[in-house]
């Protein structure tokens, strides 16, 4: 039996496909953050760091989503951001 | 002592409406003395669904407006002498209805049930909150797939907000042979996503469209796995102990076979 199933290496179902994407969907449904909210937040966050560094706005990237935490087995959802730096030029200026 | 349920699901389709005649026979046959109430005003179906869509005289709007009185419109079950059916109206909207009237019917029929079950109809809309205004409990169906689940979570929110607590699952339609192969999200997966607490669950079985064409719950089947899943559903519901069934298909001549070796051997 374990001679075949290492011959025939077994492809993770469409079950855990679901899952996941259930998942990723509930997240975002209980956060009840709408898309406007998420802009706000996204407007935010450049403005504040714009004052420090140069950032491109373009490819700046923010989403809810999960991850494991740090205490217990239970997934924990998490702002993840994707910030391009452009240039560190303003915070020399200050120092 | 007598219990209001509310049977919903968000999604359409999942399966209120066979689950609602199924536990609502069960509670009978166990000598409950039970109605099951259709509020899908409009689209009603649990008549036909328990074969007694020829007795209709008056229905629920008919008692709300005082067109009857409450007994007049009780469909007696053919089969139980203590199961009662309410019937929905079917050339109404659901707005005829308010939540403060459904409360009032609730309060009305508790007075003569053990056992009251609403069936709600799809939707989060008036529907739904006329459905669940006198409830005291609920039990949320879903089957295994995204949407469904989906829904089932922002009803089990809705409920809450409501002051429903600790609404259970019905997972309904389950594939064991899916889930088996992985191709399935399984009892554990959509209860670990919920977390809510699990009352049954009901694998998809040919008894249960063969029950719908006769208009008889397969519930009283006793050769139906659907049936026994619902037997075991009715029996939790009144407080027993019963474990969650393996719903593994052993009737396949493989698995005869692999079960008469384990016996054998190991």
Redesign the interface.
């Known amino acids: 039996m374990n001679f075949f199933a290492n011959l025939f290496p077994?492809k993770?179902?469409?079950?855990?496909v679901?899952?996941d994407?259930?998942?990723l969907?509930?997240i975002n449904?209980?956060a009840n953050c709408s898309p406007q909210i998420m802009e706000m937040i996204k407007n935010d966050i450049i403005n504040v760091i714009s004052k420090y560094m140069e950032i491109d706005e373009g490819e700046l990237d923010i989403q809810i989503t999960e991850t494991q935490s740090e205490n217990s087995d239970m997934s924990v959802p998490m702002l993840y951001a994707n910030i391009p730096i452009k240039n560190m030029r303003k915070i020399q200026n200050r120092t | 002592m007598s219990e209001v349920f509310v049977i919903t699901s968000g999604k359409g389709g999942v399966g209120k409406t066979t689950t609602s005649a199924n536990i609502g026979t069960g509670l009978a046959i166990a000598g409950y003395k039970t109605v099951m109430v259709d509020a899908d005003i409009g689209l009603r179906n649990l008549d036909v669904v328990m074969g007694l869509e020829n007795r209709i005289v008056y229905h629920l709007i008919d008692v709300i407006d005082g067109n009857c009185r409450l007994k007049q419109a009780l469909v007696k079950d053919k089969r139980y002498s203590n199961l009662f059916l309410l019937p929905a109206a079917q050339t109404k909207d659901k707005n005829a209805v308010n939540p403060e009237q459904m409360q009032k019917l609730c309060l009305s029929l508790r007075e003569e049930f053990d056992y009251v079950l609403i069936d709600c109809p799809a939707g989060i809309e008036q529907g739904f909150k006329n459905a669940i205004a006198g409830a005291d409990k609920a039990i949320v169906v879903t089957t295994p797939e995204v949407s469904a689940v989906r829904d089932a979570d922002r009803i089990i929110g809705l409920l809450e907000a409501a002051e429903i607590r600790n609404p259970m699952l019905i997972l309904n339609r389950i594939r064991p042979d899916m889930v088996k192969k992985g191709n399935m999200m399984s009892l554990e997966d959509v209860t670990e996503i919920l977390s809510i607490d699990i009352l049954g669950a009901v694998p998809d079985d040919e008894s249960i469209v063969i029950a719908a064409n006769t208009g008889e719950p397969c519930v009283a089947d006793q050769n139906s796995r659907a049936g026994q899943a619902f037997r075991d559903i009715t029996r939790r519901m009144l407080g027993e102990a019963v474990p969650l069934a393996d719903l593994t298909d052993d009737r396949g001549l493989m698995n005869k076979l692999k079960k008469i070796f384990r016996l054998g051997g190991a």
């Open positions: 077994k993770p179902g469409t079950g855990s679901a899952k994407r259930l998942k969907v509930l449904d209980r």
